[in-house]
């Protein structure tokens, strides 16, 4: 297949910058605990400074993968798939979720809500960054919000998101892994005084798994 006729399919989210592919245990949020199939998609110009995987930020660096080896692979795991990236919504996932929808698996996603939101979702964790805001729409249809904390003043952006989501919403504060030691004891003591907040950890990185 020539590189035009790939760069088309990929527009057209038939084919997506696959980084990687794997069945673990969710580690973070709502989910924490559940055996879930992770689909890794490349490609994000969030730029976060601390973001622990800036080698999913350049999409030419990950090969386009047809969405039906991604659907294959992950139905033979799980019941319960979850896309994250990089940042998934760079790219059009309706033909990736339908496809998923297709085998009766339920269909998560974790994004910074900054670009348009696509496909069809069971489940939409929104980690919003300062660095590119979520789009509006999003707010209304967020599951979970979770803000990763870095410093003190993340708890008043993360205020100010809490304020954009829908009453159903649930609320997560996040330490950022390489300052959680600094930053744990802020956020437990902040969600004690706010307890409409809970906390999330990175279990997954405690338990020495991917």
């Known amino acids: 297949m020539v590189l035009q006729d790939v760069m088309h399919l990929v527009d057209k989210g038939e084919m997506l910058p696959l ?86 698996l339920k269909i998560h996603i974790e994004t910074s809500g900054a670009y348009r939101l696509t496909g069809t979702w069971d489940w939409i964790c929104l980690s919003p960054k300062k660095n590119k805001l979520p789009q509006e729409e999003i707010y209304d249809k967020a599951h979970e919000l979770k803000v990763i904390v870095y410093n003190k003043h993340d708890l008043v952006f993360a205020e100010e998101q809490a304020k954009k989501v829908n009453e159903a919403c649930m609320l997560y504060l996040q330490p950022e892994w390489s300052v959680r030691e600094k930053v744990t004891p802020l956020i437990v003591e902040y969600v004690m005084q706010h307890p409409q907040w809970k906390v999330s950890l990175q279990t997954h990185k405690y338990l020495n798994i991917p």
């Open 19 to 104: 980084m990687e592919e794997f069945y673990t245990i969710q580690g973070e949020g709502f989910h924490k605990g559940t055996a879930a199939y992770f689909v890794r998609i490349g490609g994000c110009d969030v730029g976060c400074h601390w973001c622990d995987v800036k080698e999913s930020w350049n999409a030419k660096t990950h090969p386009p993968t047809e969405i039906g080896s991604i659907v294959e692979n992950a139905s033979q795991y799980s019941d319960t798939i979850v896309v994250t990236g990089g940042e998934p919504l760079t790219w059009d996932m309706g033909p990736l979720t339908q496809a998923l929808k297709a085998k009766n």
